[in-house]
């Protein structure tokens, strides 16, 4: 114990693990230790250099708020979020992909009925969404709830704007029987994910952008099928091949189809991976 040296201290730190009663919280540390000191030797880590990846992180803290969530912000650009997103939903063929979730989600949305307007005052051009949730097999889901949000046609989510008591934007529908739904809302654009923070610092000082391709979330769940989060995003965007959080699936990109009344048009259907 006396003569640790940077050969012998990763393996005395596991070491100390031994008895973790959780096995795996037991093995996610000890896995997490085996790389952290792996990165730190790989890199030759100075002590200045961790002290200011300390302060990263302090920052990181430091900017969370019930609204802003910078540590989702560093997963998702580190495609850490997506990494995980992907692991744990390697769906069968046909079922919706998934994508990240992102910080904006908000609980208990306000509840519309389908053909309702889900935007309630929030700013852009009439969007109609439409289409049906059905099951891996082509079954109808019925009253599947379904929750979606998006930014205004600024790039703005209601949480992010100052002195708004009311949500806009987002809502919480039900399929109907034959598992249809629709509603309509406006025509979502691309926007940068937030920069004002440590993360943005880290996309500046690595010259990436910071910009979504435009995208609707939704959260789409139902029982007896696994919970499915994920987006819609807008054929021919110019960001989609540069997503900052890596959230880009080609089978999640839609037509939105501006029609000659003015109104975009935007059909999608969900397929929900059952639950075995
Ligand atoms: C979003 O699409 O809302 C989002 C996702 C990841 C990071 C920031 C924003
Ligand atoms: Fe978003």
């Known amino acids: 114990m006396n003569h640790l040296n940077q050969d012998s201290l990763t393996q005395a730190v596991i070491e100390r693990l031994a008895h973790t009663p959780n096995p795996r919280l037991k093995e ?12 730190a030797r790989d ?6 250099e961790w002290f200011q990846g300390i ?10 708020t019930s609204t802003r969530q910078e540590f989702i912000l560093l997963s998702d650009v580190l495609g850490l ?15 919706t992909e998934s994508t990240v979730f992102g910080p904006f989600h908000v609980p208990n949305a306000p509840q519309y009925e389908n053909g309702a307007d889900i935007a309630n005052g929030a700013s852009g051009q009439p969007c109609h969404v439409h289409g049906f ?15 979606v949000w998006q930014a205004d046609d600024e790039g703005h989510y209601d949480v992010q704007k100052e002195g708004l008591d009311h949500a806009q934007a987002r809502g919480v529908l039900h399929s109907r029987t034959d598992g249809s739904y ?41 029982p007896g099928y696994q919970t499915l989060i994920t987006h819609v995003f807008r054929r021919g965007d110019k960001y989609l ?13 839609a037509d939105w189809v501006r029609q000659s009344d003015g109104l975009t048009d935007l059909a999608f259907d969900f397929v929900l991976n059952p639950v075995v």
């Open 28 to 39: 996610i540390l000890s896995s997490l230790v085996t790389h952290l000191h792996a990165f």
């Open 43 to 48: 890199v030759h880590l100075t002590e200045e």
């Open 55 to 64: 302060e990263f992180l302090t920052a990181t803290g430091q900017k969370c």
């Open 81 to 95: 979020s997506m990494l995980t997103v992907s692991m744990q939903n390697d769906k069968p063929q046909g079922c």
């Open 133 to 147: 949730i059905r099951g891996k097999s082509g079954e109808a889901i019925a009253n599947a709830t379904i929750d």
């Open 182 to 222: 629709d509603f309509k809302s406006i025509v979502a654009e691309a926007y940068p994910i937030p920069t004002d923070g440590p993360v943005g610092h880290m996309l500046e000082a690595t010259r990436r952008s910071a910009w979504r391709p435009a995208h609707l979330h939704f959260m789409i769940q139902a």
């Open 241 to 253: 091949e540069a997503d900052p959080v890596f959230g880009v699936r080609q089978s999640l990109i």
